[in-house]
């Protein structure tokens, strides 16, 4: 008997340490979620002229809000990976006379099609300069 006593222990502890697991394997779950659903990018501030790093709920448009002036005027900065410089994209005004990027994106600078939004530390060759943004207007 004392041997089943035992083994009734054991599986007790091990039923108690799964569900330790379960309830963190949750909580990472669900932080995971909440890092998701905010993205970080890099971007630039047709107000007040800056470079931002700017935290927008994921799949919101641009513009996006500004974390130095708080207008709704940031737009994230494009790399091109044929004359690796940024550039934001260019625009066009919506019904609402927002700017809004033009698509499919084209390098402000060569034309080519070789873009994506640009991420620091994610490209092979770090940017050479950055194309002048358009005007806020
Ligand atoms: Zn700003
Ligand atoms: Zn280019």
């Known amino acids: 008997m004392e041997g089943l006593g035992k083994k ?9 340490a799964l569900t330790f697991a379960g309830v963190r394997a949750c909580r990472v779950t669900a932080n995971q979620v909440t890092v998701a659903n905010e993205l970080v990018g890099d971007g630039f501030c047709l107000a007040c002229r ?10 919101e448009e641009p513009p996006h809000k500004c974390p130095a002036c708080n207008e709704r005027a940031v737009y994230r900065w494009y790399y091109c990976s044929e004359c690796h410089r940024r550039f934001i994209p260019r625009m066009e005004k919506d019904i609402e006379g927002t700017l809004r990027p033009v698509r499919p994106t084209y390098c402000a600078a060569c034309g080519c099609e070789n873009v ?3 991420y620091e530390g994610f490209v092979e060759v770090p940017p050479i300069e950055d194309v002048e943004p358009p005007p806020s207007q």
């Open 116 to 118: 994506g939004p640009y």
């Open 50 to 59: 800056t470079n931002v790093q700017f935290v927008h709920p994921k799949g």
């Open 8 to 16: 009734i222990t054991l599986i007790v502890i091990a039923v108690a």
